[in-house]
């Protein structure tokens, strides 16, 4: 494991303590960085809005992003037990686990997963979501993996409790909503984008995080002016 890089991923999750911060392209950096030194294959993030119910927030790939969306849509999926019961589902193998989420199991093995982690994002007995590592193959996870995640899990429900104040809760649920309209917006700019460039959507958000970060914006403010036509955006327009 590439311990500088670890290190270097506490502190930017660290770090959105004091800044005011992009929610999605920071779980994004979670997502991608528990792919990218954990040894997952994938990675989601499914956050409870104002209501209670879980959506998508961050996925490292389009792939395990329906994945997280089939569990939501037939309420059944290790990812949603870990929501529930605030404890981690730890699954080395879901060929074991058919007859616990028969649909689920079937459409991970379509998807090309054959075991999961899915992890708590909670501080003390407030469960806000779950962190899902998805892996290719079954078999045992290495030992220090899961408590790695777990810690990372823990520092970004720090880092989105931040504000947390006597209304901890409505600050919490406007920055969620916020999120999910960001969203959404994010996601009809992937699809012009996509479309115009005859690209895959994850390509699209790869290249409108680049832009956003390349020049200093939030990427949901990014995502409107693309949407609206009303800014050139020289470079990702052409």
């Known amino acids: ?41 994938a990675a989601g993030v499914l956050l409870a809005d104002r209501d209670g119910k879980l959506r998508v927030m961050a996925a490292s790939d389009e792939q ?31 060929s074991g686990e058919a007859d616990r989420w028969p649909r689920f199991v079937a459409t991970a093995h379509r998807s090309g997963f054959g075991a999961v982690q899915a992890l708590p994002m909670r501080l003390r007995d407030e469960v806000v979501g779950a962190l899902n590592l998805f892996h290719a193959a079954p078999g045992p996870f290495e030992p220090d993996a899961t408590p790695l995640a777990q810690a990372l899990a823990d520092v970004a429900t720090i880092s989105l409790l931040q504000q947390r104040t006597a209304h901890r809760s409505t600050v919490l649920n406007e920055q969620l909503q916020s999120a999910l309209n960001s969203r959404v917006l994010i996601e009809q700019a992937k699809g012009k984008l996509a479309e115009r460039r005859g690209i895959d959507m994850e390509q699209a958000f790869t ?32």
């Open 64 to 94: 395990v992003r329906l994945l997280e969306l089939f569990q939501l849509q037939n309420d059944e999926g290790p990812c949603l037990d870990c929501f529930r019961t605030g404890a981690p589902v730890i699954v080395a193998n879901l």
């Open 207 to 238: 290249t409108l995080r680049g832009y956003a970060r390349a020049h200093n914006r939030r990427l949901s403010d990014l995502a409107r002016a693309f949407i609206d036509d009303s800014e050139a955006l020289p470079g990702l327009r052409s």
């Open 1 to 41: 494991m590439n311990q500088r890089l670890l290190a270097k991923t506490f502190v930017e999750l660290a770090d959105n303590l004091v800044a005011d911060f992009d929610l999605i392209d920071f779980l994004r950096l979670l997502t991608d960085r528990c792919v990218g030194m954990l040894g997952a294959s």
